[in-house]
């Protein structure tokens, strides 16, 4: 297994399937291995993330250890923590921030490297596009109200977020409940995964 989550990792660092329409060229942003027991899918890397080739390597990324209760070093260990975006390449800019993932990335790379990733115990769905991508109809017709059904997704191992981004203080300071209720069982969630205790 491992040297299939290897070869996948290095088949999707050499792609070259959106490069037409990525302005900074491509450069797939991501890590796994095959021991990994947190799963993070987001959205796609932004400029800083293309640049530095390190996922999360910015503002939202501090914020989102903050959510996890985790150190940097421990979030950047492969070994425990999967970052697998719905776009690996950052797509470009447009008027109201990053543009969207480019659409022919998950389609064509999530079949192949997911299943490979058989320790996950947990997935942490991060903004709409994930949600939208991972969660499907079981999803609410808001971001809002499928973070509010957190605890039924997360029966089936799933847990939707929020993007981290500063862009999102407004809705968490308008939604007390994601910080006194959400977060503290995703802390103790996280510790024990990094334990090694099954939560299943």
């Given at each position: 297994?491992?040297?299939r989550?290897?070869?996948?990792?290095a088949?999707?660092?050499?792609?070259?399937?959106?490069?037409?329409?990525?302005?900074?060229g491509?450069?797939?942003?991501?890590?796994?291995?095959?021991?990994?027991?947190?799963?993070i899918?987001?959205?796609?890397?932004g400029?800083k993330?293309?640049?530095?080739?390190?996922?999360?390597?910015?503002?939202?990324?501090?914020?989102l250890?903050?959510w996890?209760?985790?150190?940097?070093?421990?979030?950047?260990d492969?070994?425990?923590?999967?970052?697998?975006?719905?776009?690996?390449?950052?797509?470009?800019?447009?008027?109201?921030g990053?543009?969207?993932?480019?659409?022919?990335?998950a389609?064509?790379?999530?079949?192949?490297?997911?299943?490979?990733?058989?320790?996950?115990?947990?997935?942490l769905?991060?903004?709409?596009?994930?949600?939208?991508?991972?969660?499907?109809?079981?999803?609410?017709?808001?971001?809002?109200?499928?973070?509010?059904?957190?605890?039924?997704?997360?029966?089936?191992?799933?847990?939707?977020?929020?993007?981290?981004s500063?862009?999102?203080?407004?809705?968490?300071?308008?939604?007390?409940?994601?910080?006194?209720?959400?977060?503290?069982?995703?802390?103790?969630?996280?510790?024990?995964?990094?334990?090694?205790?099954?939560?299943?």
């Amino acid at each position: 297994m491992v040297k299939r989550v290897d070869k996948t990792l290095a088949d999707i660092r050499a792609c070259h399937l959106c490069e037409a329409h990525l302005p900074l060229g491509p450069r797939p942003v991501l890590q796994a291995s095959a021991t990994s027991r947190l799963l993070i899918v987001s959205q796609a890397p932004g400029r800083k993330v293309h640049l530095s080739g390190v996922p999360f390597d910015d503002v939202s990324g501090a914020r989102l250890r903050e959510w996890l209760g985790i150190e940097r070093d421990t979030f950047y260990d492969a070994g425990h923590v999967a970052i697998v975006p719905m776009g690996f390449c950052f797509p470009g800019s447009g008027r109201g921030g990053d543009l969207p993932p480019r659409p022919e990335c998950a389609p064509t790379w999530h079949p192949r490297l997911l299943p490979l990733l058989t320790q996950v115990q947990l997935t942490l769905v991060i903004g709409q596009y994930a949600q939208v991508g991972l969660l499907g109809t079981s999803r609410g017709t808001s971001l809002t109200d499928t973070v509010r059904a957190w605890r039924t997704h997360l029966a089936n191992g799933r847990l939707p977020l929020p993007h981290p981004s500063p862009r999102n203080r407004p809705w968490v300071m308008h939604n007390p409940w994601f910080e006194q209720d959400l977060l503290p069982v995703l802390r103790e969630r996280v510790r024990l995964l990094l334990r090694g205790v099954d939560t299943d």
